[in-house]
């Protein structure tokens, strides 16, 4: 190579260098305007709309050796504890066309446990709306229902799916109904009226596990903003359950600070239980259930939910320990004679209601969270405590969930399950969990 | 002749101190024009809101917001993905949070924040200043008016706004949003002021900082908007789930 072709190749790297120089600079300005734009045509309306998340969960579990729960559930393949890894895939949509919405929800799980492997795929949600005005909204389909104010139970949603008060922000599978909302507002003290009436067929294939088959329901409610207050009043009527009726509310007393209830009455309903001598019996009567709770933030981001919760229809102490018991003799049958009838009994009861996610009678919720503690932004530590007033036994979760990357949510969670034997929390299947869940948004 | 002298000196003072009584700034005046330029009463919007952290790391959200009258609002999450469909309600002093997969609204307060960052509730849904707050002094300085605003009642999110306000645009540059015991909160800055068509021109950008979260900052970005009337019965808790119908 030449003097003067290295001198040339010298100067044009100083100019690549030079010219990249002024590019870097100019592309990172160019990438912060952008940053610091919007471009609104990107965000029109389209007439398919398509989202969701995918999802991996592992969980541990520690078995609480003994407890009536983890006897009826493991009696013939004991275990010291468990793990379970599970994907799961929720896609959400909608297409829409002049006053016509077509809606669906669809969720997909496969786990792999202890146990084996599992799989599942459910319709949560597939329903047609038509809206002729915005006041009013027509729907058919299967569609799920939440209604009442409470955040860990609502013993007013006579429609709902029973959620999980240690996940009450997970969608739900719904049911198959015709639904006609009403909406009107005024100016004064009341502000808005809204009817929704939802008729619910139960019949062979549709609804089977609503109630009891070939009956067409009716469920109804009539909100009202009165006062800067949410007031609901709600009504069913069918062959499928029995008649009930409820009402609640919900208010800011102060700009921290909402109080919120519920109130339900059903006039008859049979309730499976055990007598004295351990023997299933079906009882009829009324039974009510309330609910008063408060949602409290402090100035320092602190956000306290706390509710307490009184299940008319839940167990009583007594009623309770009965259940322990049999268990523990069916027990002492599997383990003396390889006979389990009575564990099966048991476990056909258990369906009927004692196995349902809190079965008593009173209890207590409470959750805190924090949001950004010590500047840390999308980090959010919170921790949800339930106990059962009438025994005393507690479950306590603390968490940590972080969205700090875009569409990604990851959260560790630990469960720890307490209380003396012959108490709900006590008799549990597990006397821990500890889970890690990372979900990730389209 | 004294006395003559005295009634003119008196007149002359009369008439300066009736003089300045008129030039007097009616800082009621300057806010309702500040209202009207900034948005029109009654409207549809696109906004991007960025949380900038300080290592210059940032999150966006993307909200559709329309607007009805002074005291009713909502805004629609369009992105990320993780917060699509999520809605806030605002009716006056009311203001309720709809997560789809909740399915119910949940009511909020104006001092939380539904998108993290230095905005709060009551940033993202802000209504008129004029409807929540009232002028408590006004002055002219320079090329600007100082406007020192008492919120009306408990309910709204600051006790006191000082609000720089150009004179020539009637526009405000800046916001200091102050507690009740005097501590500022935030720091709003207006910037970019843009022809959005429909006789509609106000700042495009919004950013803010606050002493509490120190070395973050939050900017809001105006791409769109226009005047569209709409039905009061979109402005309702069971219309939350149906927003996006709207667009």
Known sequence: MSFADRVLRHRAAALLLSLSLLVVPTSRTARAEAAFSLDAAEFEKKT??????????????????????????????????????????????????????????????????????????????????????????????????????????????????????????????????????????????????????ALLPVWQGVNEDFGAADNLNLAAKLYLLYLNTDIDFIVYSGNSRTTRFGGDFSRNLTTNFEIHGELAYIPTVDRVALDEQGRRMCQSGSATSSLIGIRYLTEFDLTSIIEYYHNGLGYTDEEMDRFYRRIAVGGEQWTLTGNDALLQQMQQLASQGYSRPNPGRDYLYARFSLKEPFDLLYFTPAATFIVNLDDQSFSATPELTYTGITNWELQLRFSLLNGDPSTEFGEKQNSNKLELRIRSFF | MKTTLFAGTASLFLLFFNLSSALAVDGAAILQQVDRKMQPESYEMYRKLINVEPDGKSKEFVLYTVKKGQDKMVALFLSPASEKGRATLRLNENMWLYIPNVGKPIRITSLQSVVGGVFNNADILRLDFSVEYSVQQASEEGDHYLLVLKAKNATVAYDGLKMVVDKATLLPKTIECYAASGMLIKTLRYDKIKDFGGGIVSPSVLETDSPLYKGYKSVMITAKIQKRDFADEVFTLNYLSKVDELR
């Open chain 1, 48 to 197: 398919w709309s398509n989202g969701g998340f995918a999802e991996i969960k592992w969980e541990h579990m520690d078995v609480r050796q003994g407890s009536a729960l983890a006897l009826l559930n493991m009696y013939d393949d004991p275990q010291a504890d468990w793990d379970q890894l599970s994907g799961s895939l929720q896609l959400n949509g909608a297409y829409a066309k002049g006053i016509a919405q077509l809606h669906w929800l669809l969720n997909a799980t496969g786990q792999e446990d202890t146990f084996g492997w599992r799989d599942r795929a459910e319709v949560y949600e597939t329903y047609l709306n038509l809206a002729p005005a915005s006041g009013t909204t027509a729907s058919v389909g299967k569609k799920s229902y939440k209604w009442g104010k409470g955040y860990a139970w609502n013993p007013v949603g006579f429609i709902n799916r029973t959620k999980d008060p240690n996940n009450p922000e997970e969608a739900l599978e719904g049911f198959i109904t015709s639904d006609l909302e009403i909406i009107r507002s005024f100016s004064g003290d009341l502000q808005n009226i809204a009817l929704t009436t």
